[in-house]
């Protein structure tokens, strides 16, 4: 596990018209409560479309996950609370990029911190 205080993000691109993602919502919020030192948030990529910009999101629910400044993951995710907290135990244990991880997740990424994410408690 590393120990530097750079902050952890996991970040639910969802939609409100997604089923799954209302149903999943709550063991989302619920691994939130149980990983107080990471900063979860539930984005709609609806309401945020401009902070989107070019991403498309095929699959929903998709987690980003990151590091200080970087990506870790992105990608659909199935879910549940026991898989995403083994994911983030992974990352955790081993912070590197995964497969996948390129400039349009890192640039999302930027962009949703700076027009999406200081509205989230921190």
Known sequence: ?????????????????????????????????????????WVDVEDHAQAMGEVDIETFPTLLVA?????????PVPPAGPQLARLLGSLRADPAPLAGVGEPEQALFARLKSAVLPHFKT
């Open 1 to 41: 596990m590393t120990t530097d205080n750079a902050p952890w993000w996991v970040i639910c691109l969802c939609a409100a018209w997604c089923g799954v993602c209302r149903d999943w919502q709550p063991a989302f919020e619920r691994e939130a409560l149980a990983q107080p030192g990471v900063r979860f948030a």
């Open 67 to 75: 590091h200080g400044q970087r990506v870790l993951f992105m990608g």
